[in-house]
């Protein structure tokens, strides 16, 4: 079967949540061993190559404007309505990037079964090509692309979905919010995987020698990006209390965004720059090892889909600390398998994290847990790709 993934990013190197999730998203129907053929369909930008083949996937990139390094749509941190809102130049790109989006996905969807739009908003070009195509559309849900719809977005949204088969959803809130706008219908809840890795001590000992990183040492990992809805700053705030307490503690910033500069100083003006590192964007095969050293990975958002990193972190056998929202509170249940705090509350934070601190046997029993969350929801990729294929086949099939 051939499958079209219509995208706003692809990755390559380093990594990006949205982007890694549509990568695995494709790499997981391979697991199905059903003889697929999976084509994408994403933006170009600098550094990037206009075609390639990652892990069997064909990767075709359309450049939207010239030159290129003009290019300011695709691969943003804070995503591409906030882009639109920020940057004129951005605005005055959009439509030659649905244009170019449109013709390349024509072009590369020729025998295609199945196109599936990764982000509701690439329905406006994956319902024409798939028409003249007389393929299947699906589409994929995250979240924002449901929190920022208005009224007018919803009546296009309407003509849309009146062509889709399904819509995959995240999690169980954003499945509510369709249901809330009339769409529950085509909704199908398909939660994102893990590879369940099931790490141990010792796996996690040696990865923290290779780091220099003694057992003592409490560490604390943040995994995102550095941007505004991710409160990165209440992190920092419940770091510098116990830091003037003397307490010790090393905390490892994986990520980068608008605020780096702002939060460094915020780092910098306290004077803990010797306990905060901010390691930068990487790849995930790096990302993982810092979520494995961690005593505790904390998320400390306002709003996310269903964050893959707190999956990660129960498959590294790491304690998970996060804010409780809708999304990461379907994964943690506070006090069995990780701890949960209001919202921009650094006090809250700064207790949680000194409790397990001071506990090694409740971080052990909540990291314990997570792994048990995983294999008895059956969280991985392998599932994944299976639920999909079905959900494909019998879109095909009706």
């Known amino acids: 079967m051939k499958v079209c993934f219509v995208s706003t990013s692809f990755p390559k190197g380093k990594d990006d949540g949205y982007a890694r999730f549509v990568y695995e998203q494709a790499k997981s129907l391979f697991s199905t061993k059903q003889g697929y053929k999976l084509v994408v369909v994403a933006p170009h930008a600098p550094g990037l190559k206009k075609y390639e ?10 450049q939207y404007f010239m030159p290129a390094r003009l290019q300011c749509l ?17 605005v005055f790109q959009l439509p030659f990037f649905l244009l170019s989006m449109f013709f390349v996905l024509l072009l590369r969807s020729r025998g295609a079964q199945v196109i599936h739009a990764q982000w509701l908003p690439t329905l406006l070009v994956a319902v024409p090509v798939a028409v003249l195509r007389q393929a299947r559309v699906f ?25 889709v088969d399904a819509i995959f959803v995240v999690s169980e809130a954003i499945r509510n919010s369709l249901d809330a706008r009339g769409f529950g219908g085509k909704v199908q809840t398909l939660f994102n995987g893990v590879d369940a890795r099931n790490v141990g001590e010792e796996e996690k000992a040696a990865v923290r020698k290779k780091h220099g990183l003694s057992v003592s040492q409490f560490t604390i990992v943040y995994v995102g990006g550095l941007i505004r809805r991710k409160r990165v700053d209440t992190l920092l705030d419940a770091v510098d209390s116990m830091l003037e307490k003397s307490i010790s503690v ?3 910033v994986v990520g980068e965004g608008p605020l780096e500069q702002e939060l460094r100083s915020q780092v910098a003006s306290r004077g803990h720059t010797g306990s905060v590192l901010f390691a930068g964007q990487m790849d995930h095969a790096a990302v993982l090892d810092w979520i494995t050293v961690a005593d505790v990975l904390v998320l400390p958002s306002e709003s996310e889909g269903r964050p893959n990193v707190v999956l990660e972190a ?8 996060a804010s409780q929202i ?49 294999s008895d929801k059956n969280l991985n990729w392998n599932a994944h790709g299976e639920q999909l294929h079905q959900a494909y086949c019998a879109g095909i099939d009706s």
Not at 74 to 90: C, D, F, I, R, V
Not at 139 to 149: C, E, K, L, P, S
Not at 315 to 321: E, I, L, P, Q, R
Not at 356 to 372: N, V, Y
């Open 74 to 90: 695709a691969y943003q941190h804070e995503g591409l309505y906030s882009t639109l809102k920020k940057h004129w130049l951005a």
């Open 53 to 62: 083949v990652i892990d069997g996937i064909e990767v075709h990139r359309f």
């Open 314 to 321: 129960f498959a590294m056998n790491t304690a998970v600390v």
């Open 250 to 252: 090393n905390v490892i």
């Open 326 to 374: 809708d999304g990461t509170n379907e994964l943690v249940v506070s006090g069995k398998n990780g701890l949960l705090f209001p919202v921009g509350d650094s006090k809250e934070l700064h207790d949680s994290l000194l409790q397990l601190m001071e506990d090694k046997q409740l971080r052990s029993r909540l990291a314990l847990a997570g792994q048990k969350t995983l």
């Open 139 to 163: 589409a994929t849900a995250r979240g924002a692309d449901v929190n920022n719809v208005g009224e007018i977005k919803i009546r296009v949204l309407k003509v849309l979905l009146a062509r």
